[in-house]
């Protein structure tokens, strides 16, 4: 019903920057709630950004704020990932997923039913 696909992944040095871009289609809605996760080697699955419409909340993952910031172009049905100052620490696999049961915006995994294929960070010391 939802396809997702990431792109902007690679290797960047730390202090850099890089921008994510995710592309949905299908049986689309702008009011779904869409977001990133992350998951690195050896670790859970975390929440990264959640953008939120005006008069709403957009949330962040406390290891991001200040540093990543996420916005949605519902004309185009992409969301992206502005990711600044990068660390090592953040080098993971980055996921884009929508919701089609909750709108606008959400910081649970749970929320979300759709799922892109990921796309490779890495920060280099």
């Known amino acids: 019903q939802v396809q997702l696909v990431e792109s902007g992944g690679g290797l960047v040095q730390a202090g850099g920057s890089l921008r994510l871009s995710c592309a949905a289609s299908g049986r689309t809605f702008s009011s779904f709630a869409m977001g990133w996760f992350r998951q690195a080697p050896g670790k859970e699955r975390e929440f990264v950004a959640s953008p939120s419409w005006i008069g709403g909340t957009t949330y962040y993952g406390d290891s991001v704020k200040g540093r990543f910031t996420i916005s949605r172009d519902n004309a185009k049905n992409t969301v992206y990932l502005q990711m600044n100052s990068l660390k090592p620490e953040d080098t993971a696999v980055y996921y884009c997923?929508?919701?089609?049961?909750?709108?606008?915006?959400?910081?649970?995994?749970?929320?979300?039913?759709?799922w892109g294929q990921g796309t490779q960070v890495t920060v280099s010391s």
């Open positions: 997923a929508v919701s089609t049961k909750v709108r606008y915006s959400s910081r649970r995994q749970s929320d979300y039913d759709y």
